[in-house]
T-cell receptor, first 115, second 108 residues
């Protein structure tokens, strides 16, 4: 039973480049959540997706950030024109049901460093 | 706005010294209270879900309890391998809101 998989585990980008983070949920889970964690800070919700739909993107910056969860393939978090402040660990979580009253299972994270 | 605070920020214990971590929350409609453990460089690992005041869950040396305003994670006779950051989160039906965590160090 594979858990949530994320790749790459580490990503280095120069300012102005694009970062693309991938997340494959637990098999059978159709709900995906993205979080950002800054050093010494808690997890901050970014976006909640269900297959082919964005359910809640209230935590995601309006500019430069986008997310998708296509019918086939992994969920993608895309950050365009990265800036130093985007450096953080980005975690993906999945659950079999939505509605934030069921536990979410997390992947190992992608650590983004912007030079 | 939902808020979650955790105390203490950091805790150092000797092996075998029991203690409790606190998670206090303000939420419009609690649908679930979740505890996670996070090791450095890794993703959070799910521990417990609590749904209603008075509920308790246990796993090895850990026991989680829930009241209407807070949850406690009790650690009995901890071992060095229990060292980690412990996160709590509340679900209000739409979102998960995480607390900042408690960094636990258990010294041999």
């Amino acid at each position: 039973n594979a858990g949530v998989m994320q790749n790459p585990r580490h990503l280095v980008r120069r300012r102005g480049q694009e970062a693309r983070l991938r997340c494959s949920p637990v098999k059978g889970h159709s709900h995906v959540y993205w979080y950002r964690q800054l050093p010494e800070e808690g997890l901050k919700f970014m976006v909640y997706l269900q297959k082919e739909n964005i359910i809640d993107e209230s935590g995601m910056p309006k500019e430069r950030f986008s997310a998708e969860f296509p019918k086939e393939g992994p969920s993608i978090l895309r950050i365009q024109q990265v800036v130093r402040g985007d450096s953080a660990a980005y975690f993906c979580a999945s659950s079999p049901y939505g509605q934030a009253y069921n536990e979410q299972f997390f992947g190992p994270g992608t650590r983004l460093t912007v030079l | 706005e939902d808020q979650v605070t955790q105390s203490p920020e950091a805790l150092r214990l000797q092996e075998g010294e029991s203690s409790s971590l606190n998670c206090s929350y303000t939420v419009s409609g609690l649908r679930g209270l979740f505890w996670y453990r996070q090791d450095p460089g890794k993703g959070p690992e799910f521990l417990f879900t609590l749904y209603s005041a008075g509920e308790e869950k246990e796993k090895e040396r850990l026991k989680a309890t829930l009241t209407k305003k807070e949850s406690f994670l009790h650690i009995t006779a901890p071992k060095p391998e229990d060292s980690a950051t412990y996160l709590c989160a509340v679900g209000d039906g739409q979102n998960f809101v995480f607390g900042p965590g408690t960094r636990l160090s258990v010294l041999p």
